[in-house]
């Protein structure tokens, strides 16, 4: 379990532009982050980043003591942008896939279709889903392994105003466990978040 993301002086390159350097922030256990800034201002990059898939050019991410792979791989669900999902796939096979991969079980792949009420299109292959249905299957992820720091990117945007609602609720459920969250976001998260505007 890890406790605490602190980023230091942290700078990335991508395509032989900075995005950003001197950069830092400090999350403890419940509290939020809120990324925002302009299209190519590198939200995605500072996700993939603390995820271990972007190379930092300068600064470090520490994950409160842990070794840094070790909390990648076992503490961090990362539900990007592109959501990963295989599109022949069914709802079932890939929630039932991410689940055991990330440490959960086909019952808690159960339990996390009830929660975003995706029973009634387990058989459905993914391609057939709506966008929001498929954001909806990406962010299940986070309900059918327990994983204390959560990267979100554009978690909202194609949700409904209810299920915008709900997300809210189960983002500030996490929190309240004990949990992390860094989200980029175009618009406010419906949840208490420490400010970060990669733009300023
Ligand atoms: N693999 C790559 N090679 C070269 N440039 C890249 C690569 N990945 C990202 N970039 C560039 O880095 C910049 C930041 O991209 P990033 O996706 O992090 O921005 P963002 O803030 O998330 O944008 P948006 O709000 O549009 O989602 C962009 O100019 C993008 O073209």
Known sequence: MI???????????????????????????????????????????????????????????????????????????????????????TV????????????????????????????RLLDLEVRRLSAGQRRRLALSRTAAAPRPLWLLDEPLSPLDAGWRARAGELMAGHLADGGMIVAAVHDPLPIPAVALDLGA
Do not use: M, Y
């Open 92 to 119: 079932r096979e890939e929630l039932v896939f991410w689940s055991v991969w990330s440490g959960g079980t086909e019952a808690s792949a159960a339990a996390a279709a009830e929660t975003f009420d995706l029973v």
């Open 3 to 89: 406790s605490e993301l602190v980023i230091s002086d942290a700078s990335v390159r991508r395509g032989g532009r900075v995005l950003f350097e001197g950069l830092g922030l400090t999350l403890a256990a419940g509290q939020a982050c809120a990324l925002t800034g302009p299209n190519g201002s590198g939200k995605t990059s500072l996700l993939r980043a603390i995820a271990g898939l972007v190379r930092l050019e300068a600064g470090e991410i520490g994950f409160g003591g842990a070794e840094p792979a070790e909390a990648r791989a076992a503490a961090v669900h990362f539900v990007g942008h592109q959501d990963g999902l295989k599109p022949g796939r």
